[in-house]
């Protein structure tokens, strides 16, 4: 059974950092394309951030980018979102995604080319 599991989220001023993290079990993580995606309040789902599965080629959305770095840890079976300089605009429920067996150079970025999601997790901006 797959599972991704996040944690990190939280109450942050604006200005402030969080690191999300996401734990997958169940299907091999070291091939499989791992990403970010949120959704604000009243708003639909976006994608945030990707990584390939080597880890060499990353994609983030422009509002994000500069500012946001995924990473993961393939011994760990953990991809990371590091989020700094957050703003009010970045409040949402955080998703991670996976796509195994995709050994692209390429990050996709649409919802529907991933299989597994997580639970997600609560991140707030206050202003």
């Known amino acids: 059974q797959v599972q991704l599991v996040e944690s990190g989220g939280g109450l942050v001023q604006a200005g402030g950092s969080l690191r999300l993290s996401c734990v997958a079990s169940?299907?091999?993580?070291?091939?499989?394309?791992m990403a970010w995606f949120r959704q604000g309040p009243g708003k639909e789902r976006e994608f945030v951030a990707g990584?390939?599965?080597?880890?060499?080629?990353?994609n983030y959305a422009h509002s994000v980018k500069g500012r946001f770095t995924i990473s993961r840890d393939n011994a760990k079976n953990t991809v990371y979102l590091q989020m700094n300089s957050l703003k009010p605009e970045d409040t949402a429920v955080y998703y991670c995604?996976?796509?195994?067996?995709?050994?692209?150079?390429?990050?996709?970025?649409?919802?529907?080319?991933?299989?597994?999601w997580g639970q997600g997790t609560q991140v707030t901006v206050s202003s």
């Open positions: 995604a996976s796509r195994p067996s995709t050994l692209w150079a390429s990050v996709p970025t649409d919802s529907g080319v991933y299989i597994y």
């Open positions: 990584i390939n599965w080597s880890g060499d080629n990353r």
């Open positions: 169940g299907h091999t993580f070291s091939s499989a394309a």
